[in-house]
């Protein structure tokens, strides 16, 4: 058996510079009684991460190797059932302590392999593929539609068993990586020759480069041969020069002064008579540490005086270009502002990487770097109508044992509250009255539908509310292995995006009496035209599609425009946008960069709210009147008058 783990961009283990972390872990038995157990393999990825949650993946990866071997008396099934129910209680007590910024955001696979039986269970997004004589086999595929109960907490469910053969390859990709394999058609390729697998991704970042750069994730491969093999980890990624370090390159010479001066030091204390030792060989070790100490500083300080000069030319164009933006706005013509503000952001991507290095700079250096940066912020902000909110107004908070929301929505003026890991929806009036609606069925999305809220259940079923009775319909599928993500309404209309095929499917809606609905046949009506990276949708006339940087237009079958907001700070994966025939404005939410935009229908930005406190944003909602934005950050509501 052969273990590869592929990390795709994993960037530094020490701190985060983006939200998402992820990690594998490959447990082989360390003794007779483990190896009872076989080996154990762990893939997770976490998102919107928080500093508090940045070792989740190891703790919850320790926790199950320990329970998973300690069960040794039992089958490595029944040990793996045991340890993950273990394991919901575990994530139950961080609900409990009011943790929840990683449910809907953990992504983690486990599986147990004992003489080629696999056990497996997973939740979120990994993909879990096997490739068998050329075939690909989905064998996740039970696993698709697995709910998570809140309480007590069922994170981890059903259990897979199946029998693994000679020459199998057996894959587990993050998400990301999975859609990019199957965007690229690599599985294919690799199923074709499975001995080259190997060579074929070691190949990948050469052939791949530019793609590449832009996604993250992981792909572990187990390789059942005859041979075993210890595992490898390769990173796949841009190669990145090492940060230089003073103490990786003068530590070995401190130590070898130290260890030289103190032996001689030692030799001419012996030599000494008794009565005459005025130090003793403490106090040697001291002076010689002091020189250590002294001779570090000084060469601390030549490398500071050394990165400043490099930075000189770099730091008086930023001066000028400083100068020069704040002339061409103080003229107050539009021309010039957008001359402007082009200079403010040259210059903020000039000085960001002299941000970095602040700490090795000489103080008053570093000062008058922090100042300018300061300046350009302060300009860009206001060019680019960029309101940070220190405080923001908690409209509501929920406790944790009562309802965890993942999603709203508003209509009349009522906040409703959902989610796909709970049942029941939480309705809080105007006036904060808390109403929890009892339903035994859990919810993807929904939407506005006149005097309805119609919510959408994975894969097909559709349930109505109106005047807090509920009536179910389902869906007719439109083809086999559709997977709906998003819903919209418009004119007698219901539109899904069909994630995987990348459709929009229609479905026409009939109010039959008060309170009955007919759901008309299927019809794919934009075809094969989404970019994977399409990520929510709205129509109001046109079709709004959104992706990671950039919102399609589109009437009908037509793209009537891409547009590529021109704002700072630049977009990096917008999440969901919301538009609406009545309202003359897209809202967008950013929980990446913890912000919400609102665009004019051309794509001109009107207004940016950010604040640190917006460290998890889920959802967000309009008012009627698109006065109001509340937004679901945790167990957090919060309010934003426009």
Known sequence: MKVYEFYFNPGPKKKIETDLIFDSFCYEPLNIYEKKMGSLYLVGLLKNVLPKNLHLLETLAQFIREGYYKKAVLSPEKSLRKVLKETNVFLDQMIGKGDVSWLGNLSLAVLALKDFKLNFAKVGGIKIVLLRGGKIVDIDRKLKFQDIEPYPLKIFGTVVSGKLNLND??????????????????LNEIAKSPQLLEEKLKNLLEEKKEELIKIRGILLVISLI???????KEIIAPKISKEFSLKEVFLPYFKFFKEKLSFQFSKILALLPQPQLIFNKKWGLILILIFVLFFGFLIDRNEKRKKMNLYLDDVEEIEEKLKLAEELLAQKEPQNEEKANLLLKESFEKISPILKDSSELPRHFSTKVLSLNEKILSHLYLFNKLEMIENPEIYFRFEAKKFIPQKLIFAEDTLYFFSPYSKNIFKLDKNKKEVLMEIDKKFDSAVVLKNNILFFTKPNQLTILRNDQFSILSLEIPHQDFDFSDLAYFKENLYFF?????????YPLTQLEQDFFKLGKPEVWLKKVIENESKSFGVDGFLWILNKDAILKYQTDDLKERIKPDIFPPPKEFSKIFVSPTLPHLYILEPLQKRILIFDKSGQILKQFQSEKFNNLLDFAISQDGKTIFLLNDLKVYRIGI
């Open 498 to 506: 069909d994630k995987k095929a990348g459709q929009i499917i229609k």
């Open 226 to 232: 005859k041979e075993i093999v210890p595992g490898k």
């Open 169 to 186: 390859l057996v894959l587990i990709f993050t998400e990301n990586i999975f859609d990019f394999f199957q965007k690229e058609n690599l």
